[in-house]
């Protein structure tokens, strides 16, 4: 499993240290995470483009009591982030839960970056709803790192159900993005470029100042839309840093766990 980060700032800011009452009576039981994350991407071309994993180096986990309303809090004493030191192999994780009680756990896999790549951001404050809405990755524009696979991420949600005595599960979390990888065939090639995604009329992302290399353009990583279509625009730089060119490409396919590869004469 790959070495892995996470930066949740956002998250920490609901966290509240104080138990549940009904806890200080009850039984503990320990069920044991076995997290493996998967390592290539699934290729929608013959084309092969980056995008191993390898550079995932933390993990974050974080636990969610179900309260009587059948809302969820976030529990912060039984959250932690751990590094991983082998990409390759399953990370063992077990975590001290209630018997009786049931609970959500969110498991997020990342590089590890200082200034944070993502941030995991709940929608809707301490309640959590189901998988779909438990959060969304927010690009930090300061920690990309141009064409790089530190931008990877994975991530999981575990509905355990009434815990009722120690257990173990084998997990794996999965790729939330798209990797979209663009080359040229042309003669001359840019030294930078510019790449923004849309989803219709809506911009969903925005690289800038992506250093190129040779004929490989640049690799973005975004969430895709439901849509499942996007579209690039590309403004092209030479070394001073003067527009050579623009490209428009419409209709891009993209998917979760998908890598979209775009080559011509771009």
């Not at 997290?35 to 071309?45: A, G, H, I, M, N």
């Not at 390898?54 to 590094?83: C, E, F, P």
């Not at 998988?131 to 064409?147: G, H, R, S, T």
């Not at 931008?151 to 939330?176: C, M, Q």
Request: charged share 25%; net charge neutral; hydrophobic share 35%.
């Amino acid at each position: 499993m790959k070495k892995i980060i996470i930066i949740l700032s956002a998250l920490l800011l609901l966290a509240s240290c104080q138990k549940d009452s009904r806890f200080e009576t009850a039984e503990e039981a320990v069920v044991t995470f076995d997290v493996q994350t998967p390592v290539e991407f699934e290729v929608k071309s013959e084309t092969k483009g980056t995008g191993s994993g390898t550079q995932i180096n933390a993990l974050w986990y974080g636990v969610y009591h179900k309260k009587g309303d059948g809302s969820y809090k976030y529990m912060n004493d039984m959250s932690a982030y751990r590094t991983v030191d082998n990409a390759s192999e399953k990370i063992s994780v077990p975590i001290t839960l209630f018997k009786d009680q049931e609970y959500k756990i969110a498991f997020i896999a990342q590089h590890r970056s200082s200034d944070g790549v993502y941030t995991y951001i709940l929608k809707d404050g301490q309640t959590v709803l189901s998988e779909e809405q438990f959060a969304e990755m927010v690009l930090n524009p300061k920690a990309v790192i141009a064409n790089g696979e530190q931008l990877d991420a994975f991530v999981y949600w575990e509905k355990t159900g009434v815990i009722k005595h120690d257990n173990k599960k084998e997990i794996t979390l999965s790729r939330p993005l798209a990797q979209i990888n663009i080359t040229t065939t042309a003669t001359t090639k840019p030294a930078s470029i510019d790449v923004t995604v849309k989803s219709g009329t809506t911009q969903i992302a925005n690289f800038t100042g992506l250093t190129c290399s040779g004929e490989h353009l640049a690799t973005v990583y975004i969430l895709p839309p439901a849509t499942g279509k996007v579209t690039l625009d590309l403004t092209k730089y030479d070394d001073d840093k003067n527009i050579i060119g623009t490209k428009n490409i419409p209709g891009v396919a993209v998917a979760k766990n998908f890598k979209t590869n775009i080559q011509g004469e771009i």
